[in-house]
C-alpha cells in the first residue's frame, strides 16, 4: 500500500510504501552497535526520540527567529532550479529531510510565478542506492530532463555521491539519462550545484523528527519487507498525530516569503550566474577530524549543524565539536547535548558550525 503521510496529498506524492504494522524500532544502543558491524542502517528504525516541552518551546523560538532567513534561501535556490529547468522543473525529493523543503519550494513556486509543481518524494540509502521502482513510475509521467532532486542540506556530501552512483548505474541497466544535481537549501560541504547558502545554517526541521516530517518515519529497505518491484518502505507514526508540527513548521516560513522576495529577486541571479561547481572541501575537514579524533571511518563524523542533530537525535553521540562564534545560534544543539551527557568542544578551526562524533563501538568496522 503507497503511504499517506499527514501532508496535504497535492504537496507530495510519495512514492514508498507503507510498513506501519512491522516492528523495526531499536534501541539507540542495540542500533548503532549493528550498524557499526556493518549493517545498512535502513534495515531497522530508530526509536522516535520524544522532546520535552522545553525542547518544543526551543524548537518554536529558533523557526522564529529563523523563519524569514530560510525563506529567503528556499526562494533562492527555488529560483535557480525554475532557470536551470526552464521553469518546469519535477521535483523529485529525498526523503525525509528532503520533503519538507521540496514543498516549500513548490509552495515559492506558485508564490512568485503562480506554478504548479509536481512533487515526489522517494528514497535513497546510503551503500543501497536510490529506488529505481520509483524513478520508473517518475520517467513514465515526465520528462526524465526536468527532473531535479532536492535535499534539505550536504554535510560531506555522500549522498551526493550516492545519488551520482545510482543514477549511473539506473542509466546503465537501461533506464534513461537523469540530471545529476541536486538542489538545497544550505550547502556547507560544496557538494550540490544547487543551494539557497552554502553556509552550515540551521532548517529548523532539523530538530525533530517524523512530527515535522508528516508523521513519516525515516524510509526502510530491508528485504523481508520491500521485494523486488516494490517501492522502498516507510512507517506513518499516526499515534503522534497530536505532536505533529509539519504543517505549522511549512505555514511558518511560506508566511514570510513575501517580504523576502526582493532580496531573492536580488541574490539569485548572482549565485546562478557565478562557479557553483561542487569543491567537496567538507570532505578533507572530515578526513582531518577523523584522523585527529582516531575513528576507524570517516562515516562516525558527521558536519553540519543538520547532521550533529540527526547524531544527537538517533546515534550514540561521543561529542560535539562546536564552533564558537556559532554557539549562540545553536541553542537545540546545546540542549540535546547536555540532555543526552554528551561534552561540547570548541573548534574554531572549520568550515562548520558544529560536528557530531559519533561512539565507536568495539569491532566496528562502519
Known amino acids: 500500500m503507497l503511504l499517506r503521510s499527514s501532508y496535504d496529498p497535492s504537496e507530495v506524492t510519495f512514492l514508498l510504501t507503507d510498513v506501519s504494522s512491522a516492528r523495526l524500532e531499536l534501541s539507540v544502543s542495540e542500533r548503532e552497535a549493528r550498524i557499526q558491524a556493518g549493517r545498512n542502517y535502513a534495515e531497522m528504525l530508530p526509536v522516535e526520540y520524544s522532546p520535552d516541552e522545553a525542547y518544543l518551546q526551543l524548537f518554536e523560538a529558533v523557526l522564529t527567529d529563523t523563519a524569514a532567513e530560510v525563506a529567503e534561501h528556499v526562494g533562492v535556490v ?65 520528462d526524465p530532463r526536468d527532473v531535479l532532486f532536492v535535499d534539505g542540506w550536504t554535510g560531506k556530501g555522500a549522498i551526493t555521491t550516492e545519488l551520482a552512483g545510482a543514477l549511473d548505474a539506473y542509466e546503465a541497466a537501461g533506464g534513461p539519462v537523469l540530471p545529476r544535481d541536486l538542489a538545497v537549501v ?20 532539523a530538530c525533530l523528527n517524523s512530527t515535522v516530517c508528516g508523521l513519516v518515519s525515516r524510509t526502510v529497505l530491508n528485504d523481508e519487507l520491500i521485494k523486488p518491484g516494490m517501492f522502498h518502505g516507510a512507517k506513518v507514526y499516526r499515534e503522534l498525530a497530536d505532536q505533529d508540527r509539519s504543517a ?66 538517533r546515534r550514540l553521540p561521543w561529542q560535539v565539536l562546536v564552533r564558537p562564534d556559532r554557539r549562540a545560534a545553536l541553542r537545540h544543539v546545546v540542549l540535546l547535548a547536555e540532555a543526552r551527557g554528551v561534552p561540547l568542544v570548541d573548534y574554531p578551526d572549520m568550515p562548520y558550525s558544529c560536528v557530531g ?10
Open 357 to 366: 562524533l559519533v561512539q565507536p563501538l568495539p569491532g566496528a568496522d562502519t
Open 248 to 313: 505549522h513548521f511549512l505555514d511558518t516560513i511560506t508566511r514570510r516569503f513575501a517580504e523576502v522576495t526582493p532580496a531573492v529577486a536580488a541574490r539569485w541571479p548572482l549565485e546562478y550566474a557565478a562557479d557553483r561547481t561542487p569543491t567537496f572541501a567538507g570532505r578533507a575537514v572530515v578526513l582531518r577530524l577523523q584522523a585527529e579524533f582516531g575513528l576507524p571511518n570517516w562515516h562516525l563524523v558527521k558536519p553540519s549543524v543538520g547532521e550533529t542533530t540527526r547524531v544527537l537525535l
Open 78 to 142: 527555488t529560483e535557480m532550479a525554475l532557470q536551470a529547468r526552464q521553469g518546469r522543473p519535477v521535483l523529485v525529493s529525498l526523503a525525509r529531510a528532503g520533503t519538507p523543503v521540496g514543498i516549500l519550494m513548490r509552495r515559492w513556486a506558485q508564490h512568485a510565478h503562480g506554478a504548479d509543481l509536481p512533487h515526489y518524494s522517494v528514497s535513497i540509502v546510503r551503500g543501497r542506492g536510490i529506488d529505481t521502482v520509483a524513478l520508473d513510475h517518475i520517467v513514465a509521467r515526465h
Open 186 to 205: 544550505a550547502d556547507p560541504g560544496s557538494a550540490a550545484t544547487m543551494f539557497g547558502t552554502r553556509e552550515d545554517v540551521l532548517i529548523p526541521s
